[in-house]
């Protein structure tokens, strides 16, 4: 049985992989997942979801607007916010993760090493209804700067703080990306070599059908490229 939000499902099939890409700020984690969704066919779910439609989109969109300060001051506001936003698609990322495997950016690992990086130690109950990532790939490199950039008024010692959180962040599911440093002009080429090679590690740990999907595993240790 599978808990979600609107109580308990049913036996289902085996879920593909939820695979997520997180990093250090600004440093091109949209435009990489989604090269790889491409490169998969599979959805991608960029957290946040800044959704006008939702209560959590638009409060979110209001805090990153150059707000990033109550971040620093409330972490247990924008922690419960930024919770209820994962949990708005909860179910929608399982039931994807049902046809095929799922990208998602800045989920529950990205989300933790925030949250602890600004002083909130213990998250694990928060993320009992959410689906889990079968692997993370961790984004590392300098930052990226672009029309996409949200102008979020961190502080330079916060920001200081989450690349270095990022950085040292080590888990057995964890793999870290090192990102080809180049010039502003021609970012393209550290979203093709990023995303290949994210994608030629997805093609070691597991078996890809023509359709792009995953379907069987054959290894989730972590690691470095």
Known sequence: MKPTLHGVRGKDPEPHPIIEITGQLDVGKASIAEAVARGLKAPLFAFPVLDHQSFTGRALLWALAGKGELLEQAPQWWAHLYIANLLEKADEIYSASLQGPVIVTNYTTGFSIWMHAAGIKSLGGFFASLPPPKIVYKLCGSTWITARNL????????????????????????????????????????????????????KRRYNLSDSGAIVKSTDTRGGSW
């Open 151 to 202: 102008h979020n008024g961190f502080s330079t010692p916060f920001i200081l703080k989450i690349g270095h959180a990022m950085l040292n962040t080590a888990d057995k599911k964890v793999v870290r990306i090192n990102l080809l440093s180049t010039s502003p002009g021609r970012m393209h080429q550290r979203v093709n070599e990023a995303s290949s090679k994210i994608l030629e590690d997805l």
